[in-house]
């Protein structure tokens, strides 16, 4: 039995998940954006080990849920679910970062930061990444026109490389990245055309199994089948500038 949190797991593959996870016996941690979102939780969270609460769009709000984690105990394992899909304008945090950014990216690289070092990482990416961006500059999209699209996609390559940095930087940690596919989420909309179920599976997997094909780390996996990842999620040298980039951006160095 594994302690697992799981950001965004108020609805969607995040609350499919956790339903999952706790069927099999695990002790799960929700999370909500706010009370309200909280209070959607309703029985589910009288099944959970614990529930905590904070907008991770708000630096100060996920900092103080790194905290909120650390007092619950260690995870032995954290699925960054939550995510931003397509703001249509440049959409401000308090800190001046546009909110796919923080949401996406900067939020899954401060709890990794600052909660007790897990066994496991599980970051959600998604197939948009084949269309982000590799560069560094203007991640704030400051002095670049906005694109809702191109912002998400960049998110995504940017989360997915940040993941197997942790992999070669933390050699006892297990960090994949999974690509949950197009599913009919509140996200994905009713025109998606992947299934909910196979959206969820490999990331209860790699959270919960103790099968000998879950304990890796660095890979990138579609339905339970491991593939390629753009050649930039893989290089060291842009693994190293993001991270630096992010510590610039935060203030939070990763250990």
Known sequence: ????????STEGLGRAAALDLLDEGHQVVLHARNPSRAADLGTLADRAYGVV????????????????????????????????????ERVATS???????????????????????????VHIS??????????????DWTARRWSGVQAYCDSKLLVATLAFAVARRWPDVLSNVVD???????MGGPSASDDLTLGRTTQVWLAGSDEPEAAVSG????????????????????????????HRLTGVRLP
Do not use: C
């Open 1 to 8: 039995m594994a302690r697992i949190f799981i950001t965004g």
């Open 53 to 88: 609460v904070g907008d991770l769009s708000d630096a100060k709000e996920t900092h103080a849920l790194a905290e909120q984690l650390n007092a619950l105990g260690r995870m032995d394992t954290v699925i960054h679910n939550a995510g931003i899909y397509i703001d249509s």
């Open 95 to 121: 800190g001046g970062h546009p909110r796919t950014l923080a949401v996406n990216v900067l939020a899954p690289y401060v709890l990794t930061a600052e909660i007790t070092r897990p066994d496991r990482l």
């Open 126 to 139: 998604s197939g948009m990444l084949s269309d982000g961006s590799t560069s560094l500059d203007d991640l």
């Open 180 to 186: 949950p596919g197009w599913v009919p989420t509140r």
């Open 219 to 246: 890979g990138y996996w579609f339905h339970r089948r491991r593939r390629e990842p753009l050649p930039a999620v893989s290089d060291a040298a842009f693994q190293d500038a993001l991270l630096d980039e992010l």
